[in-house]
């Protein structure tokens, strides 16, 4: 019995330390970014290329697709009630709010994210850190800061091309291939979607990609530095993220909607 | 130095696709504020019945958005629903005695107020009030009246 109490005060300890660690880290991250983006805009412009440039594949080809779903599960649903029209409302809604900014971040986390966090956990298993640091380099913002500011800046843009290409996906299953009306499609997402929606995915889309990126980083500079540490840190970047942007997507639609 | 050059261009083209898929959304998907006029003036309407007419609903003339809705609210004291909207300040020759009306675009559509033009020679200006209003139809009272026509039809 007084086991197993220990032991829960030791687990519970031990987290309550990694959250306020991982505070004090994304404080780090945070001050040192202003810094790294004026003196060292050269290395952020890498980060930005494999971590957005270099995921584009993917997110257009899983856009294409979702939206080509969405034009036919919605086409399908509002068939019954003679609104195969408003099917372009329907998938601009889903898109441009949710399935945009959270499909992309989860595809990030995948693609990106683990990059990251193996990336820099192999740099600390190497010793690459500790001989900067020797060098009197502080690997935060040489290394982390430029990786973490890639991710928060290409994340919008990969949204808003996950977005577009969806829309086209749903416009090619909907106009072409169920042959709804082109002008009807257009105008009713016209009418219905507003600035406001479009702004709540962007502030979701700069949400994710500030927690996405940091959880790759602070998970790949926290690595245990072995093969097998490297390994379990890419996998936890992968579960932590998918948790936290659903969970903020659930709290930041509720407080928006 | 080959290799920085090719990343720059990528990361160039990935930013510019990114934008323009940004530019593409907010342009395109969005029907933008078909109405923006610098200087409007306001007008209230008072209804019976609002339906689920709000906030930035279009106020059209003949069809064309000449102003917008800028606030719906209760009077407690006449029990009706009080309407603010804004007209563009280049449409200063609406007679004073138009009528708006509640209507729907569509089926389903969103509502707006239209306005249909009266006879009179003076003009609506800044806070003034249509005379004449008519309410939302609501789709349940419109098949209400419906079923009972129907019903007292089959007595005779």
């Known amino acids: 019995m007084t086991t197993l109490l220990r ?14 660690a991982f505070q004090l880290f994304s404080l780090r991250l945070i001050r040192h970014s202003p810094g790294i983006l004026v003196s060292r805009f050269d290395l952020v412009v890498k980060q930005i290329f494999n971590t ?9 080809v899983c856009g294409l697709f979702v939206g080509g779903v969405l034009g036919l599960q919605g086409y399908s649903n509002l068939a019954r009630f003679n609104a195969e029209d408003s099917v ?22 995948g693609r990106a994210g683990t990059s990251l966090a193996s990336e820099i956990g192999l740099m600390k298993a190497t010793d690459q850190l500790s001989a900067m640091e020797m060098m009197a380099v502080n690997p935060v913002p040489r290394v982390l800061v430029p990786r973490f500011l890639g991710g928060v800046i290409a994340m919008p843009f990969l949204v808003a091309v996950f977005s577009m ?42 949400v994710f990609g500030v927690a996405a990126s940091m959880i790759a980083v602070w998970e790949g500079y926290n690595a245990v530095p072995t093969a097998e540490g490297v390994g379990r840190a890419t996998t936890r970047t992968v579960v932590i993220t998918a948790i936290v942007v659903l969970v903020f997507d659930f709290m930041i639609t509720a407080v928006m909607l | 130095m080959q290799q920085t050059r090719s990343v720059e261009i990528g990361t160039g083209l990935f930013v510019l696709l990114g934008m323009g898929a ?14 923006s006029a610098d200087e409007t003036y306001r007008v209230e309407a008072r209804f019976e019945n609002i339906g689920s007419l709000r906030n930035r609903a279009p106020v059209a003339m003949s069809g064309v958005t000449i102003g917008r809705v800028t606030s719906v609210r209760f009077d407690p004291v006449t029990l009706e629903a009080v309407v603010q ?5 280049q449409f200063d020759q609406i007679p ?29 200006e800044d806070g ?12 349940e009272n419109l098949i209400g009246k419906f079923l009972v026509n129907a019903g007292s039809k089959d007595e005779d």
């Not at chain 1, 032991?7 to 306020?20: K, P």
């Not at chain 2, 907010?26 to 109405?35: E, L, P, W």
């Not at chain 2, 003034?128 to 789709?139: C, G, N």
């Open chain 1, 7 to 20: 032991d829960l005060y030791n687990t519970s300890a031990e987290f309550v330390r990694t959250f306020g």
């Open chain 1, 52 to 60: 957005g440039a270099l995921s584009l594949v993917i997110i257009m």
């Open chain 1, 88 to 109: 372009g409302v329907f998938a601009a809604f889903g898109l441009i709010k949710e399935l945009g900014p959270v499909i992309t971040a989860l595809l990030f986390a």
């Open chain 1, 165 to 206: 290409v969806g829309l086209f996906g749903t416009h090619l299953v909907a106009v072409e291939l169920l042959s709804v009306d082109v002008g009807a499609f257009w105008q009713q997402i016209q009418i219905t979607v507003d600035m406001h929606d479009i702004n709540e995915g962007i502030f979701k889309s700069i």
């Open chain 2, 22 to 35: 940004l530019f593409f959304l907010t342009t395109q998907t969005t029907g933008g504020d078909d109405f």
């Open chain 2, 85 to 89: 909207f804004v007209i563009d300040s």
């Open chain 2, 96 to 124: 004073d005695d138009s009528d708006a009306s509640i209507l729907t675009s569509g089926i389903l559509g969103s509502q707006y107020i239209g306005l249909r033009a009266g006879g009179s020679d003076t003009y609506f």
């Open chain 2, 128 to 139: 003034s009030e249509v005379l004449f209003t008519q309410s939302a139809i609501v789709l």
